[in-house]
């Protein structure tokens, strides 16, 4: 089965709530040149973050070195989000806050507002 096959596979199986299975598969797929390696490893995370028990820790890994690792602004700016939401859950305030600062900063937020300034513009014409 070629890697596409197997990543809408693994995609499939995470929407559906097979998380675990969806996580081996992701797992998988980081030694492949074929996928961003930042956007596998925030898939890992999120399939750990919502298995049950859930894998608080690990999530978290996955999703610290995905931000540092993605070519992708959304799955950076998804990256820190979820590092936040984790840390927060935690009542790890100050790290939450520094991560929900990163995911605000990223560029991802500064295309999507610059996107919304152009569309607002364009519908004034």
């Known amino acids: 089965m ?3 096959s197997l990543f809408e596979h693994a995609m499939k199986l995470e929407s559906k709530g097979n998380y675990l299975e969806a996580f081996n598969i992701f797992e998988f797929l980081l030694d492949s040149s074929e ?3 930042g956007d596998l490893l925030f898939h890992c995370g999120w399939c750990l973050e ?33 590092c936040g939401w ?23 937020l500064r295309q999507f507002v610059f996107v919304q300034r152009l569309i607002a513009c364009w519908c004034t014409l």
């Open 86 to 108: 984790l840390l927060m859950q935690s009542k790890q305030y100050q790290y939450a806050d520094e991560s929900f600062r990163k995911a605000i900063c990223s560029d991802a």
């Open 50 to 82: 919502n298995s049950v028990p859930v894998k608080f820790l690990r999530a978290l890994a996955y999703y610290k070195k995905a931000a540092q690792t993605t070519t992708i602004p959304l799955c950076r700016m998804n990256s820190f989000f979820r």
């Open 35 to 37: 996928h961003d390696k």
């Open 2 to 4: 070629p890697d596409y």
